[in-house]
């Protein structure tokens, strides 16, 4: 009774469904959090009789044979990176990303990870830090006791000083972008790692061919559209009880043959 192993390969599949949904649903409120989309592949499947097999010796072609599927599997966990609403904060550190594009940010251990959240702040030496203190790449340091924190939509960061009237550049804020953003590997804290799958990053200032601009003062937020994820987990759910209905029918089936006399 392969309808058995068929059922359970169903259930597995749309309890990781659920479980991407669940994650998806969890971060509704997470700044630049890119929502997935689990993509699922039949497995392979047994010839009873081939597909294009001789059917006499006349020479005659079987036009269709028997083939049995064996179940379903997770072929991907994909990361959709379509753009998330931009939501006015006023915070002069903010940043938002309004088109392609990464913050580059360099981790303790030397790395660098990549990220679209761009609620930032100071450390105590000045260091633009992203919530766990990590630095941008390249590092910008703004003075103490400045009036003003000015960062265009090409990423110029300029200060005003006190008792001056012209602004101060104090560095400029890059983007790296990807061959396939799909590709990056999500470490937590809304970061991401380069992959081979990712390609090697390319590095450019926004509002640059191929990268977006930045928007001071806004934060961009999840892309997930709550709506369409209650839509899709309702439907997983029904897809897991008709899966089991299958092993319950396969087994009442059994149960029958088994009483046979």
Same mark, same amino acid.
């Given at each position: 009774?392969?309808?058995?192993?068929?059922?359970?390969?169903?259930?597995?599949?749309?309890?990781?469904?659920?479980?991407?949904?669940?994650?998806?649903?969890?971060?509704?409120?997470?700044? +630049?959090?890119?929502?997935?989309?689990? $993509?699922?592949?039949?497995?392979?499947?047994?010839?009873?009789?081939?597909? +294009?097999?001789?059917?006499?010796?006349?020479?005659?072609?079987?036009?269709?044979?028997?083939?049995?599927?064996?179940?379903?599997?997770?072929?991907?966990?994909?990361?959709?990176?379509?753009?998330?609403?931009?939501?006015?904060?006023?915070?002069?550190?903010?940043?938002? /990303?309004?088109?392609?594009?990464?913050?580059?940010?360099?981790?303790?251990?030397?790395?660098?990870?990549?990220?679209?959240? +761009?609620?930032?702040?100071?450390?105590?030496?000045?260091?633009?830090?992203?919530?766990?203190?990590?630095?941008? @790449?390249?590092?910008?340091?703004?003075?103490?006791?400045?009036?003003?924190?000015?960062? @265009?939509?090409?990423?110029?960061?300029?200060?005003?000083?006190?008792?001056?009237?012209?602004?101060?550049?104090?560095?400029?804020?890059?983007?790296?972008?990807?061959?396939?953003?799909?590709?990056?590997?999500?470490?937590?804290?809304?970061?991401?790692?380069?992959?081979?799958? @990712?390609?090697?990053?390319?590095?450019?200032?926004?509002?640059?061919?191929?990268?977006?601009?930045?928007?001071?003062?806004?934060?961009?937020?999840?892309?997930?559209?709550?709506?369409? $994820?209650?839509?899709?987990? /309702?439907?997983?759910?029904?897809?897991?009880?008709?899966?089991?209905?299958?092993?319950?029918?396969?087994? $009442?089936?059994?149960?029958?043959?088994?009483?046979?006399?």
């Amino acid at each position: 009774m392969r309808s058995l192993a068929i059922g359970a390969t169903g259930m597995q599949a749309q309890q990781l469904n659920v479980e991407v949904i669940s994650n998806n649903l969890a971060n509704s409120s997470t700044n +630049g959090f890119k929502r997935q989309r689990a $993509e699922f592949q039949d497995l392979l499947y047994q010839n009873l009789r081939r597909i +294009g097999s001789t059917s006499s010796d006349a020479g005659t072609i079987l036009p269709s044979g028997v083939q049995i599927g064996v179940g379903v599997r997770v072929g991907s966990v994909y990361r959709v990176m379509e753009q998330g609403n931009l939501t006015q904060t006023d915070n002069p550190l903010d940043m938002a /990303i309004n088109g392609n594009g990464f913050f580059a940010i360099k981790l303790p251990n030397g790395e660098t990870s990549y990220t679209r959240d +761009g609620s930032f702040q100071l450390d105590p030496n000045g260091k633009i830090v992203t919530s766990n203190g990590y630095p941008l @790449s390249p590092e910008i340091t703004i003075p103490p006791n400045v009036l003003s924190i000015t960062v @265009s939509v090409q990423g110029q960061v300029q200060v005003t000083l006190a008792n001056t009237t012209t602004p101060t550049t104090v560095g400029t804020v890059n983007l790296s972008s990807f061959p396939n953003f799909a590709g990056l590997e999500a470490i937590g804290d809304n970061l991401f790692l380069e992959t081979p799958a @990712s390609g090697s990053p390319s590095t450019g200032a926004p509002g640059d061919k191929g990268y977006g601009s930045l928007l001071q003062g806004k934060v961009e937020t999840s892309n997930v559209n709550v709506v369409q $994820e209650i839509t899709s987990l /309702i439907t997983a759910q029904r897809a897991y009880e008709m899966n089991s209905r299958v092993i319950k029918t396969t087994d $009442e089936m059994m149960q029958t043959v088994g009483q046979l006399r």
